[in-house]
């Protein structure tokens, strides 16, 4: 398992993960009873694997399309 925490290695790749066209935001999930990390995608997440790693620092990277993302408007 990694020395560093979820918390620590979203932290240094979500900069870099934003920037792949497809992705709308990342967040820490479950997968398999574990914690991992999530992929928020407007993309089919067959179309990002090549730019986003299955495992990192031990930790699982699931790719979930959710759809674009838009503020919404203050009511």
Do not use: H
Request: proline share 5%.
């Amino acid at each position: 398992m990694s020395e560093k925490t979820i918390e620590q290695v979203l932290e240094e790749r979500t900069d870099q993960w934003m920037a792949v066209p497809g992705v709308e935001g990342t967040a820490i999930g479950i997968f398999e009873d574990r914690p991992c990390i999530m992929i928020l995608s407007s993309a089919a997440p067959e179309q990002l694997r090549s730019k986003i790693p299955e495992t990192l620092n031990g930790y699982n990277i699931v790719i979930k399309e959710t759809g674009t993302f838009r503020a919404m408007k203050e009511q």
